[in-house]
């Protein structure tokens, strides 16, 4: 399967630890975002890259959030000072040019 | 502003018969405009997806309108079956290539 991977698939956690996530794209895709899904609700827009830089935030990503994509291939996604609200799917989705974003199966996170 | 609204939340259709599901957003510059299929558990897929320089497209069973002067698009599905069942997603973007925001959802069951 070479469609977006992302690990892990569920994280466990007690309030205040961080967490960090992976995500690999589509080989080649250019634009890789990260969106967090809450039960019910569609996906939300946290941030996205082109190759390496990151060229937008949401104002829903706290400064407890960083997101990296260092050589423009995988992503990781780091919680800090993880809290109740923080409990989503985290969603890793990419694309290329003008083509339509793949997503992944996402990383579910649970807050204890 | 940002925002996609979604409706009806839920949508009960018998095997056979045809669905439709309306979004209206607000951003006048948005071109881009998916829908994706999220069964449980599982990854958004794109079902189909249309830019502004159309009005419709068709996709055997399923065609999205759009009304970019109203500013609302629409997801047909004719001939239901059982496995059109599944919470689908419209939303919309400057492009493909950029943030999608998303409607919050509606949960279609085809019944037997």
């Known amino acids: 399967d070479t469609g977006v991977s992302q690990n892990p698939r569920h994280k466990i956690t007690k309030r205040g630890q961080n967490v960090t996530f992976r995500c690999d794209p589509i080989?080649?895709?250019?634009?890789l975002y990260w969106y967090r899904q809450t039960l019910g609700q569609g996906p939300e827009f946290l941030t996205y890259?082109?190759?390496?830089?990151?060229?937008?935030k949401s104002r829903l990503l706290s400064d407890r959030f960083s997101a990296e994509r260092p050589k423009g291939s995988f992503s990781t996604l780091e919680i800090q000072r993880t809290e109740q609200g923080d409990s989503a799917m985290y969603l890793c989705?990419?694309?290329?040019?003008?083509?339509?974003?793949?997503f992944g199966d996402g990383t579910r996170l649970s807050i204890l | 502003g940002e925002n996609v609204e979604q409706h009806p939340s839920t949508l009960s259709v018998q095997e056979g018969d045809s669905a439709v599901i309306k979004c209206t957003y607000s951003?006048?510059?948005?071109?881009?405009f998916p829908w994706y299929k999220q069964e449980l558990g599982k990854r958004p897929q794109l079902i189909i997806d249309?830019?502004?320089?159309?009005g419709e497209k068709k996709d055997q069973r399923i065609a999205v309108t759009l009304n970019k002067t109203a500013k609302h698009f629409s997801l047909h599905i004719t001939e239901t079956q059982p496995e059109d069942s599944a919470v689908y997603f419209c939303?919309?973007?400057?492009?493909?290539?950029?943030?999608?925001?998303f409607g919050s959802g509606t949960r279609l069951l085809v019944r037997p």
């Open positions: 989705a990419s694309s290329v040019d003008s083509q339509p974003q793949h």
């Open positions: 249309i830019r502004s320089n159309v």
């Open positions: 080989s080649e895709h250019n634009r």
């Open positions: 939303a919309e973007a400057l492009d493909s290539s950029y943030k999608l925001i």
């Open positions: 951003d006048s510059a948005s071109n881009y």
């Open positions: 890259f082109q190759n390496e830089a990151q060229l937008e």
